[in-house]
């Protein structure tokens, strides 16, 4: 016997729906933010820092930074200052755009950049046709202490070492 329903009982048929997610577009380029680097790169040297605060550094780093590039016959023009912090890149992305000779590294490993050695800091590396030098923050320089002096000493060494002056 099949039990029968009222006339004006609605009949509903329940439907499952499932749910398929949309694609997720797979991008086949680097989008590349259209000014994400300090500088004209004339030189191919390529200086990252680890700003979190700042679009690239603040007036005390970026003046000491200016002083040092004076000092080695350098301007802002010849570099590209890079704030790892604030750039949606990977190092090889940025490391192809840029195309650096030399590659300067504030406050940041070479292991956190994902090349395949590390170095300590004030040690020139070559690696793959580049220069690379790591060494403490630049904030950390621009304080007045015999602390901050000594790395900056250290950094001078160096940078006389690479670029002959």
Known sequence: MVDELPANTPLTEKKQTVSIPAAIPVPTETVVPAKWFLGDNKKSITIIVTDEKHVFLDDDSLNLL????????????DVA??????TPLSFDTISKQLKPVYVFMFN?????????????????????GCTYLSAVGLQEMTVTSEEARLEKTRLWVCLKKIFGV
């Open 66 to 77: 200016t002083g040092i590039l004076g000092a080695c016959k350098l301007t802002l023009a």
């Open 108 to 128: 940041l490993t070479t292991q956190a950049l994902g090349l395949p050695f590390s170095i300590p800091h004030y040690q020139v590396q070559q690696y793959s």
């Open 81 to 86: 200052i890079v704030n790892y912090r604030q």
